[in-house]
């Protein structure tokens, strides 16, 4: 165990292991990319971690300004305490990938981040941690 890891576990938090998401959230976030097509949209997650699961029950929706090329959210419209856990967007094309300005947005805001690309279907998500380093999920 690595000093970051002891560090936690002396405070009482444990690392995340799994990430489960509402089947509910899944559906709802993937029929508002439908809708947005070919504009993107953005939301922020809404969950708590239970032991070594991370449980994504909700989602957020803030001010935003969206296109083709990109969508710009106000997070300091967010008010404290809500149990935001990172973030779901989507690509309008293939690619499921994060940009330069995703992988700066997943480093500030949340610990798990969700790409959906067109054509919006549960094969075209994409999960990352803060770091942007690929993940899985479970729907649940």
Do not use: C
Not at 76 to 84: D, I, K, S, V
Not at 129 to 139: A, S
């Amino acid at each position: 165990m690595g000093l970051i890891e002891r560090i936690l576990d002396f405070m009482g938090v444990k690392p995340v292991r799994r990430v489960l998401i509402d089947s509910d959230v899944i559906e709802e976030a993937l029929e508002i990319a439908r809708r947005s097509h070919p504009h993107e949209f953005v939301a922020l997650l809404e969950g708590k971690q239970e032991g070594d699961a991370l449980h994504i029950t909700g989602l957020i929706f803030l001010p935003s300004r969206t296109s083709d090329e990109g969508a710009v959210m106000d997070v300091l419209m967010l008010p404290p305490f809500t149990g935001t856990v990172g973030s779901v967007h989507s690509h309008p094309g293939p690619s499921n990938l994060p940009s330069g300005a995703d992988m700066q947005f997943f480093s500030k805001n949340g610990l798990f981040h969700m790409i959906i690309a067109h054509p919006y279907t549960v094969e075209t998500i994409a999960a990352y941690t803060r770091q942007g380093v690929p993940v899985g999920f479970e729907v649940v």
